[in-house]
């Protein structure tokens, strides 16, 4: 599967984003997709997973409550849509599938990956 990754910009803080992710290929559906970040001079770092369904989700702390992924199976897109946005926010985030109903948490459980898409919080 190939997957596009767009939406990132400079946003202000308080402010929101949406970043969309476009698959091509293979069945999107049988794919479990997580959103991943990275800042510089840090390690990617897991954000958002989606069971296959859309039925599942997690995020990580730092993003509960303002993040939510979600998923159109019919249209082969997966959404982060990004609230309430902190300058700790700021790094390229990816868009990533994993074969299987169930996503991972760790990058390496990821088989496919997008191009990445900066998201940038500044006044």
């Known amino acids: 599967v190939q997957l596009q990754a767009s939406g990132g910009g400079l946003v202000l803080p308080g402010g929101s984003l949406r970043l969309s992710c476009a698959a091509s290929?293979?069945?999107?559906?049988?794919?479990?997709m997580g959103w991943f970040r990275q800042a510089p001079g840090k390690e990617r770092e897991f954000v958002a997973g989606?069971?296959?369904?859309?039925?599942?989700?997690d995020y990580t702390d730092s993003v509960k409550g303002r993040f939510t992924i979600s998923r159109d199976n019919a249209n082969n897109t997966l959404y982060l849509q990004m609230n309430r946005l902190k300058p700790e926010d700021t790094a390229v985030y990816y868009c990533?599938?994993?074969?299987?109903?169930?996503?991972?948490?760790?990058?390496?459980?990821?088989?496919?990956w997008g191009q990445g898409t900066q998201v940038t919080v500044s006044s």
């Open positions: 990533a599938a994993r074969g299987g109903s169930w996503y991972g948490y760790q990058s390496y459980e990821y088989k496919y």
């Open positions: 989606i069971s296959w369904s859309g039925g599942n989700t």
């Open positions: 290929g293979r069945t999107f559906s049988s794919y479990a």
